[in-house]
């Protein structure tokens, strides 16, 4: 009786013994997990009539790459909106572009714009004419200075369409905001600003197919 009542002791033992390391084992494993897991922050915007909130934007640390790339995005609608031609946006559109620049830039539209100038887009292209634009690539020369390529599409009704690859030399900078205007600010958070803008045909076909 003695040692059967010893041989229950020990087998409670051993059965604690091992719950023991199967609990420290676990508890060790929920640990090394937690370096894994990440804390993450979000925008959320809140519906004044239901109370829900929904996600935003994921917010994160920028990084050389996104400013890359938000210059480039810059680039990109700033040609994109001064080498366009359609009249039926022509006005909101480049007054957007003339707010962008400064200097030789600015003066270079303002001229450009004005009827009588050799480049004055309503002689070239009339009421029915389109130009729209396809950027091909942006690369940075220095801080404050990039190239765009891009091709330009006149389409009239009637005539085929004719084609042309431009280049343009865009100098910029970042201005802070002086705008009272809050739909002004939204328009250019950043205080993009462009100083300086030339383009040049890449051959003489695009001249002679009457894009300037």
């Given at each position: 009786?003695?040692?059967?009542?010893?041989?229950?002791?020990?087998?409670?033992?051993?059965?604690?013994?091992?719950?023991?390391?199967?609990?420290?084992?676990?508890?060790?494993?929920?640990?090394?997990?937690?370096?894994?897991?990440?804390?993450?922050?979000?925008?959320?915007?809140?519906?004044?009539?239901?109370?829900q909130?929904?996600?935003?934007?994921?917010?994160?640390?920028?990084?050389i790459?996104?400013?890359?790339?938000v210059?480039?995005?810059?680039?990109?609608?700033?040609?994109?909106?001064?080498?366009?031609?359609?009249?039926?946006d022509?006005?909101?559109?480049?007054?957007?572009?003339?707010?962008?620049?400064?200097?030789?830039?600015?003066q270079?539209?303002?001229?450009?714009?004005?009827?009588?100038?050799?480049?004055?887009?309503?002689?070239?292209?009339?009421?029915?004419?389109?130009?729209?634009?396809?950027?091909?690539?942006?690369?940075?020369?220095?801080?404050?200075?990039?190239?765009?390529?891009?091709?330009?599409?006149?389409?009239?009704?009637?005539?085929?369409?004719?084609i042309?690859?431009?280049?343009?030399t865009?100098?910029?900078?970042?201005v802070?905001?002086?705008?009272?205007?809050?739909?002004?600010?939204?328009?250019?958070?950043?205080?993009?600003?462009?100083?300086?803008?030339?383009?040049?045909?890449?051959s003489?076909?695009?001249?002679?197919?009457?894009?300037?």
């Open positions: 009786m003695i040692f059967g009542v010893r041989r229950r002791e020990r087998m409670a033992w051993m059965v604690g013994i091992v719950g023991s390391l199967v609990g420290l084992g676990g508890i060790t494993v929920a640990l090394m997990t937690l370096p894994l897991k990440e804390t993450q922050a979000f925008l959320t915007i809140v519906d004044r009539n239901t109370g909130a929904e996600r935003a934007v994921q917010i994160e640390r920028a990084s790459e996104h400013a890359d790339a210059k480039q995005s810059l680039l990109y609608n700033y040609v994109m909106g001064r080498e366009t031609y359609d009249v039926n022509n006005e909101d559109r480049i007054l957007r572009v003339y707010r962008q620049s400064v200097g030789q830039a600015q270079s539209l303002r001229e450009q714009w004005t009827e009588g100038h050799e480049n004055y887009p309503l002689t070239l292209y009339g009421q029915s004419g389109k130009v729209s634009i396809e950027v091909l690539s942006i690369n940075q020369i220095n801080p404050n200075t990039a190239t765009v390529r891009f091709v330009k599409t006149l389409t009239r009704p009637g005539e085929d369409d004719r042309g690859n431009f280049t343009a865009v100098t910029y900078q970042f802070p905001s002086q705008q009272s205007a809050l739909e002004l600010v939204w328009q250019n958070p950043f205080g993009f600003t462009v100083t300086d803008y030339r383009s040049t045909p890449d003489l076909e695009a001249q002679q197919e009457g894009l300037k």
